[in-house]
């Protein structure tokens, strides 16, 4: 990717504190990604990002930087952007039951983001580990394409120890059931085009539950146990943020929606990083693997318009420095760009994309402007140090690129030349 002819002086700054790496192999020796040690500290935990899903450099950076942080760093959970709900059977494959065929199953109507390939490496790890990953779901169901995954176990929890309102959640979940896909894109048009009794009377007997659960938690505890009822509790909390995002997404696409309205499911993800570290062990470090735009710590904007306020943004503001936000970029290459399509089986295809040379002001132009290949940027001595100046005010975004202070965005920044989309969206596969 060729610099530009007058480089600024970030990109001066950064061409002397980027350190090369060698390797995107993750079955590679790990020695190029020290210098990621003194970058984290003794952060809990440590979020590695994407510009883009679908792209094999990012999945494969993810896998090495999972062995590094656990191998070398003394990491033990992995907390994925995938269902909180959905991600408990998939701790439990990861743990050494069943058989390693059983996954495919697991993952058989979830979007391709490269979950696969770190929950295999995490089973064949634990299988000799002293000490064993454990794998964490933090979204909301299906991606926001079903109610379900979250109120059918709910269900079964009602049965035992609140009988009595079972007819609450069975109404919630026949209207769940009828517009239920395998995803956000999948379901949004469906749940659109529900009568709005209905969608009043899904948000009504969710809100109910919810009332319910938190008002008689003594009498739920009592009925069986504390670990069951938070679950419970925590499953029946995404439900009723996917019910919302529906109604956010519905005002946002119809010009009429709320400020930031869409900042349902990240304040959700974030509060289920903190549900399991919470629940884990003192010292329990976290890999946590999502979206650029999900892990960043400033607001989201389109246009100068406030959008959102990302995951990353509440979990600095419960961590503090324990949170480190490392994103992922290319400067050339191509993306996966996400094109709404209701034929789709996600509700959106894949359209192998070129990407576009790097805006200038953008973190990528600063990256070929010093002439950098595979390299990971500590950026935090940036925001003392005058001499780089305000920063980048921009990072990819698909084919696009996002407005935003990278430098209080991200801790770090992890850089390839250029970007692919990943090989096995084959056919069969391809949302």
């Keep these: 990717m060729p610099a530009s002819s007058h480089p600024g002086p970030f990109a001066g700054w950064l061409g002397g504190h980027a ?3 060698t390797h995107l192999d993750p079955e590679a020796p790990l020695d190029d990604l020290e210098p990621l040690r003194d970058l984290i500290g003794d952060a809990s935990v440590v979020a590695i990002g994407e510009h883009s899903h679908f792209i094999d450099e990012f999945i494969r950076l993810r896998r090495r930087l999972l062995r590094f942080l656990v191998e070398r760093c003394g990491f033990t959970v992995l907390a994925f952007e995938y269902g ?19 996954l495919t199953g697991h993952l058989a109507e979830t979007i391709p983001v490269g979950v696969d390939d770190p929950l295999r490496w995490i089973r064949r790890h634990n299988a000799t580990a002293s000490q064993p990953v454990r794998f964490a779901g933090i979204d909301i169901p299906a991606a926001g394409g079903s109610l379900l995954p979250a109120l059918a176990p709910v269900a079964d929890y009602l049965r035992r120890i609140d009988p009595e309102v079972l007819s609450s959640i069975e109404t919630a979940m026949r209207i769940a059931g009828s517009f239920a896909g395998t995803s956000a894109p999948a379901a949004a048009p469906a749940w659109s085009r529900l009568p709005a009794a209905d969608q009043d009377a899904l948000t009504a007997a969710l809100t109910r539950l919810l009332i319910r659960f938190r008002a008689v938690e003594p009498l739920y505890v009592s009925r069986g146990d504390r670990l069951g009822y938070d679950i419970a509790l925590r499953r029946l909390e995404g439900a009723c943020q996917a019910d919302y995002g529906f109604r956010a997404m519905a005002g946002l696409f119809a010009g009429a929606g709320l400020t930031a309205d869409t900042s349902a499911r990240d304040v959700y993800m974030a509060g289920s990083v903190l549900w399991h570290l919470e ?59 996400m094109i709404r399509d209701e034929e789709a089986r996600f509700g959106f295809r894949i359209e192998d994309t070129a990407l576009q040379p790097p805006e200038p002001g953008s973190v990528e132009a600063a990256f070929a402007d010093a002439g950098l290949g595979l390299s990971l940027a500590d950026l935090r001595p940036a925001r003392t ?29 992890l850089h390839t030349p250029a970007s692919t989309v990943a090989r096995d969206l084959e056919e069969g596969r391809t949302p």
């Design 19 to 21: 350190a090369p790496l």
């Design 385 to 413: 140090q005058a001499g780089p100046g305000p920063g980048p005010d921009r990072i990819r975004l698909q084919s696009t690129f996002l407005h935003t202070p990278v430098l209080a965005a991200f801790d770090g920044i």
């Design 279 to 337: 629940r884990s062990e003192p010292g329990t470090r976290i890999v946590l693997a999502a979206h650029n735009a999900h892990i960043q710590k400033a607001p989201i904007s389109f246009n100068g318009q406030l959008t959102g306020f990302p995951m990353g943004q509440h979990l600095h503001d419960a961590l503090g420095d324990a949170y480190f936000a490392l994103g992922l970029t290319s400067t050339g290459g191509h993306t996966g760009e």
């Design 84 to 102: 909180f709900s959905e991600g408990f059977p998939l701790d439990t494959w990861a743990q050494g039951e069943g058989a390693d065929d059983d």
